[in-house]
């Protein structure tokens, strides 16, 4: 009874609001309120969307971006889902990523209209006659855009956690459940949160192709910003741009204040170091939450039931249990999963030659693979210079992490800047200096993507550990060999992660960059890029294949032959701990 006494006025006491739970709970109604608004939109029929076209009238932005931001939010949700289950399926068992990661090399590389032209008509069919059918499509576009750099940052985490924290969980008996909430996930978030703003932000980049939906002769146009800036590029409207560009400024930093910054201020708990960090991200919004008394309270049966979830000792039946061996793995199974492998394999690419051969010729394939051979050397040209410039101004940031609070949304801006809205200058320049499109045109494909580097570079400057860098202070490392001694091996598997989702961005890029236009003038690079926007336009259904099988063929070779090794040297040499 005295314990009940003593509980029931803490307990009352908690639940009295205060004027942060009234502020707050405005935010929180507000979302909400937005959120319902939103969703409403979709569940009107396909045809209303003739009824009111997208207009250039600045009063639609508003519900535009509504539009957008919700989009590419349950985009994000979608890829957090696919991140947790792909990545940790490829980290956890190795005949599995023998399949996974090759896979993902060559998802990452399929162009978003490749995706669209396979997936769009399975959506509209889904829901037929409903807007909902067309936005599942459109989310889904955008998925494919901000999916692929989050898993491999993840699949680069949980591969590179330190080898004392796997002793530690094997002492404590963790299950294998268990360690994946409370090591591998906690060890990978830094990393994850700033390739989820760097997916939100390279969302944008796409939005203008994702909500413009193209069936046959049918063209369905979704109220957004990206809609709203493709109708602005066809009627050569400045100030429609403008409007756009103010637009996506002010969005980016309602949701990197309301969001992404408070993520980023309490993940600051899960960076792997032994000793305090100096200067912990801060966020208003967060403190705004902490501060409140009703709102807090109600948030208690949440953190149990994720404390329970997260603590479950999952065991499987005896008979289903696989039992640990002592030794190399069984050569007999290796051999058996790798014909399975080839098989697969020689079986896709067998139908994709009985069907490429009945309607090209073999100067046709060799055409594509000259093409693709150009787009190459512009990646590698374009992913050199993008890391000698933002490597060293990545770790300058994520240093100090007060600069990194005032730099991020900047960042997010510059990384959510569509291309398409630089084509008047770059169209108007190569037209009036008269300059070669082959050169002056491949910025276009770096402009959308050199921002993975600088922000996984930013992730592992970030996630440094703080006794490290006192250690490096201590033996007196400076200029040079403090870099190639303590920094550059710290972030190194944060780079790979970048340059691998960069260079594929720039593949998928290039299909926007190397065509450009403006008006009724219209530019051309050489190139694979070139060839699969070509084939698109002219609905050249079987180039189209051929130019997307040459990319993802391209890709991958790309990615096994340089970054795959590279990604294993510092899985070998450069792991903490």
Not at 66 to 80: D, E, F, G, P, Q
Not at 216 to 238: C, D, F, H, R
Not at 511 to 533: K, P
């Amino acid at each position: 009874m005295a314990l009940q006494d003593f509980r029931l006025p803490a307990l009352q006491q908690a639940l009295r609001p205060n004027v942060w739970d009234l502020v707050a709970l405005i935010l929180v109604i507000g979302a909400m309120v937005l959120i319902v608004y939103g969703g409403e939109q979709t569940t009107l029929p396909l045809s209303s969307l003739d009824v009111t076209p997208v207009s250039l009238d600045p009063a639609n932005l508003p519900l535009y971006a509504l539009r957008t931001t919700m989009r590419m939010l349950l985009a994000i949700v979608c890829s957090l889902i696919f991140t947790f289950v792909y990545a940790a399926l490829a980290a956890k068992s190795r005949r599995a990523e023998m399949v996974l990661i090759p896979l993902l090399d060559i998802l990452q590389s399929v162009p978003i209209l490749g995706f669209l032209t396979f997936t769009v008509v399975f959506f509209l069919n889904l829901f037929p006659g409903q807007v909902f059918g067309a936005e599942l499509a459109c989310v889904f576009a955008i998925f494919t855009s901000q999916a692929w750099n989050m898993t491999f940052s993840m699949y680069q985490s949980i591969r590179n956690v330190p080898k004392d924290l796997e002793e530690a969980t094997q002492s404590f008996h963790l299950s294998g459940w268990q360690r994946f909430w409370r090591l591998d996930v906690p060890f990978a978030m830094p990393g994850l949160i700033w390739n989820t703003m760097m997916s939100m932000s390279g969302g944008w980049f796409f939005v203008v192709a994702s909500e413009a939906i193209t069936v046959g002769n049918t063209t369905v146009t979704l109220p957004g910003i990206g809609s709203y800036v493709a109708l602005g590029i066809e009627k050569q409207n400045l100030a429609a741009i403008g409007y756009a560009i103010l637009t996506m400024l002010l969005v980016i930093i309602a949701y990197d204040q309301l969001l992404f910054r408070p993520i980023v201020a309490w993940a600051d708990k899960f960076r792997f170091e032994q000793t305090a960090s100096g200067n912990p991200p801060t966020s208003w919004m967060l403190d705004l939450f902490r501060r409140t008394r009703a709102l807090r309270a109600l948030t208690y049966p949440f953190a149990a039931a994720n404390r329970t979830f997260s603590n479950l000792h999952i065991v499987w039946p005896e008979a289903l249990r696989v039992k640990a061996k002592v030794g190399p793995p069984s050569r007999l199974i290796d051999t058996l999963w790798y014909a399975v492998i080839a098989v697969g394999t020689t079986y896709a690419a067998w139908r994709a030659y009985q069907y490429l051969s009945v309607n090209l010729a073999p100067s046709d394939i060799l055409l594509a693979i000259g093409y693709g051979l150009v787009t190459l050397a512009r990646v590698v040209v374009l992913i050199s210079l993008a890391t000698v410039i933002w490597v060293p101004i990545g770790v300058w940031i994520g240093l100090r992490p007060k600069l990194a609070e005032r730099v991020q949304p900047l960042a997010q801006f510059l990384a959510a800047f569509p291309a398409n809205l630089a084509f008047p200058v770059f169209v108007s320049l190569i037209v009036h200096y008269r300059l070669s499109p082959n050169i002056w045109l491949s910025p276009l494909m770096i402009l959308g993507t050199q921002w993975y580097i600088l922000f996984n570079v930013i992730a592992g400057a970030s996630a440094f550990p703080t006794d490290l860098r006192e250690a490096a202070s201590s033996f007196h490392l400076k200029g040079w060999r403090w870099w190639v001694k303590a920094v550059l091996p710290g972030i190194f598997p944060y780079y790979i992660t970048g340059a691998i989702t960069a260079s594929g961005g720039s593949w998928n890029a290039s299909i926007v960059a190397e065509v450009a236009s403006w008006g009724d003038q219209h530019l051309t690079a050489t190139g694979l890029g070139a060839y699969i926007a070509k084939a698109t336009e002219a609905g050249d259904f079987p180039r189209v294949v051929l130019g997307i099988s040459v990319m993802c063929i391209l890709v991958t070779l790309f990615n096994r032959l340089l970054w795959r090794p590279l990604y294993a040297f510092g899985e070998r040499r450069l792991r903490l701990g």
